[in-house]
């Protein structure tokens, strides 16, 4: 991670003089390369392997899925745990030589009714105490929420640790296009597993999004004809509803995070206009209207303000303005006379950090402003290859965005506070992710404090 | 025409004639004889005629076939040009001057055939957003629209639409397939395409 960094700052140190010279190999102005946090160095973890009373197996995989979720939430360094200190009493002094800051342990017991009970202890080896412990019930495994009562267990665990949310029961829709042209809406768990299609349509399949209770989708339907629908889908039920089907291009929508509201880009007129629908009554709103292509709207996490993309100026760039309407304030980097495209805003749920996609030396990377303040330098987080359509997850650290690189082509999630990269689903024509809000908060059956 | 047919007649009759000049004092051809010549010079005579009237068929058909084929190869070039495609710079929606002139033949098919309609598709190669690529496409078909209206027609002969990056012409990742992906294209919506108006 240090030789990454010092890479980054070389590279910055590079492109400044470049800049004068050559148009298609410098950063944008006002464009910098790095990471969005002044980060500390990341506690070590220890897990241990997980005891059963009964099914080892299950053990085994229960621990494996919670130590790479931690490793995922990439709050942790973590420690590769010699077999001399993989059982028995923790040893506190042992495992401060260490310098490991957590253990966690784990015991999986059966329940009656099939399902287990998953115990869970992390120790503070610093302060030499029991953090935390806590019971969980998991699903046997043969039920479809069994994962997701892991990765909602794992999550406990970094709020235990870091007191912030962490962000493995979660999930990611995205669109896949079949060999035959039809385009599969697919969703896949937040650490790669369990891909499976929701629905597939002839047409083309756009920007689908989660509603804020993680129950329903929405997603943009075009045809051959140029007509546009934007329809919803009950994912427990699989029953559709039509939100808009007005003449033309409808596209874009995404709910309000109280979920009684949709924005969306409709086709009025001359170019694309923002809507709100109110999904109660059906009654539509005009956002923002005028000239230019306005589109890809993204709600604040408290539902006043908006990002969205718009052409107005003559290229694509990032704009907030309020919910309700009024004055848009320019997020992406301008400059007088240099080219400059920016597009596929997503706010994140947590912070006042807007992701996007930018050029930069002739590629689309991944970028990231702070809607706080507008103006101030945006860091671009991601260098190689070419990187699109980015969307925040629910811990507002991680984001998963498309990219064409030549490691392999897909779906990665980059943690924008250290630039840790891992890829997701590789190998298809994917499009447009979308990262769900937290779908599983594990209930404690026991607990008992420090 | 009516010439040829009589002559060998009067020829036939000069003969018969001549003939009969010498033998009528003699024998003579008789009334049966003459009848029957009358009705043999008759037949052959129908069917001169009915020779010459499907020459004439025959003349007409090809003369009708060689302008329908004229207006099918008509037809099939002002197809051809309605259906030519214009392509973009990347990132840009402007017409190029290059197309200028294929627009301008456009817009003298769609003057020949006043009840055409057509759809005007605006399409964006595989770079950037999906979802900015949409807003490209249309923002292209709008233009395409826009400068065959600032010729003359009428704007309701159109509709636009845009495919966004979902229909690349060429599915390959270079500048050659990508400047090929970025174009609008033609559809007839309704009416029938018959002149190229040149």
């Known amino acids: ?450 | 025409m009516q010439k040829r047919i009589i002559l060998p007649a009067l020829v036939g009759a000069l003969l018969v004639g001549a003939c009969g000049g010498r033998q009528a004092q003699q024998t003579g051809p008789t009334p049966e004889e003459l009848a029957a010549q009358a009705r043999a010079d008759s037949i052959e005579a129908a069917r001169r005629a009915e020779e010459e009237r499907r020459r004439l068929e025959e003349e007409r058909r090809r003369a009708e076939e060689e302008a329908r084929r004229r207006a099918e190869e008509e037809a099939r070039r002002a197809r051809e040009i309605l259906a030519e495609m214009v392509h973009f710079d990347f990132d840009k929606f402007d017409i190029r001057p290059s197309d200028q002139e294929t627009l301008r033949r456009k817009a003298m098919v769609l003057r020949a055939n006043p009840d055409v309609r057509v759809r005007i598709v605006g399409h964006a190669d595989e770079r950037g957003s999906d979802e900015y690529n949409l807003a490209l496409g249309l923002r292209r078909a709008n233009a395409v629209r826009d400068f065959l209206v600032s010729l003359g027609l009428d704007a309701s002969r159109f509709e636009t639409a845009s495919m966004g990056e979902e229909q690349p012409l060429v599915r390959e990742s270079n500048e050659e397939a990508w400047a090929m992906n970025r174009r609008a294209e033609f559809h007839v919506t309704a009416g029938q395409v018959a002149r190229t108006g040149m």
């Open chain 1, 1 to 450: 991670m240090q030789t990454h960094r010092l890479s980054l700052l070389l590279l910055l140190v590079l492109a400044t003089p470049l800049a004068a010279q050559q148009d298609t190999t410098r950063l944008p102005t006002g464009v910098r390369l790095g990471m969005i946090y002044q980060t500390l160095r990341r506690p070590s973890l220890a897990v241990r392997a997980f005891t059963s009373a009964g099914d080892a197996e299950l053990a085994a995989q229960v621990g494996e899925i919670i130590r790479r979720d931690l490793d995922y939430s990439d709050r942790f360094e973590m420690f590769e745990v010699p077999p001399q200190l993989a059982s028995g009493p923790v040893d506190y002094a042992t495992w401060n030589g260490l310098n490991v800051v957590y253990v966690l342990d784990g015991a999986v017991e059966p329940l009656e009714d099939g399902s287990h009970l998953l115990r869970l202890t992390l120790h503070d080896v610093v302060y030499g105490v029991v953090k935390e412990i806590q019971a969980f019930r998991i699903p046997p495994p043969t039920d479809s929420d069994h994962r997701m009562a892991v990765h909602a267990a794992a999550d406990e665990v970094v709020r235990w640790a870091t007191g912030q949310p962490g962000m493995a029961a979660s999930r990611i829709l995205f669109v896949s296009q079949a060999p035959d042209g039809s385009r599969d809406l697919m969703v896949v768990d937040s650490d790669g597993e369990n891909v499976r299609r929701v629905a597939r349509v002839d047409g083309v399949l756009m920007s689908p999004s989660w509603s804020p209770d993680g129950r329903r989708v929405v997603y943009a339907v075009g045809r051959d004809d140029g007509s546009w629908d934007v329809i919803e889908l009950d994912l427990e039920r699989g029953a559709e509803r039509r939100i808009s089907t007005r003449r033309g291009l409808n596209t874009t929508p995404v709910y309000s995070p109280d979920g009684e509201r949709i924005m969306l880009a409709v086709e009025n007129g001359r170019d694309l206009d923002l809507f709100e629908i109110e999904l109660a009554t059906g009654q539509s709103r005009l956002v923002r209207g005028g000239p230019g292509a306005d589109l890809s709207p993204t709600y604040s996490p408290d539902g006043r303000q908006i990002a969205f993309n718009s052409d107005r100026i003559g290229q694509p760039h990032i704009y907030v303005m309020p919910a309700q309407g009024g004055e848009a304030v320019l997020l992406s980097p301008y400059t007088y006379g240099e080219p400059g495209h920016y597009a596929a805003p997503d706010w994140s749920p947590e912070t006042s950090f807007v992701a996007f996609h930018g050029r930069s030396r002739g590629q689309h990377q991944i970028m990231v402003a702070d809607a706080a303040r507008p103006g101030s330098t945006v860091q671009q987080i991601t260098q190689e290859g070419r990187n699109e359509d980015p969307s925040w997850a629910p811990d507002g650290r991680h984001i998963v965005f498309l990219s064409v690189r030549p490691s392999g082509s897909g779906l990665y999630v980059i943690d924008a506070a250290s630039g840790r990269t891992r890829p997701l689903v590789l190998g298809g024509r994917f499009r447009t992710p979308d990262w769900s809000p937290t779908l599983k908060r594990a209930s404690a059956l026991t607990v008992r404090g420090e």
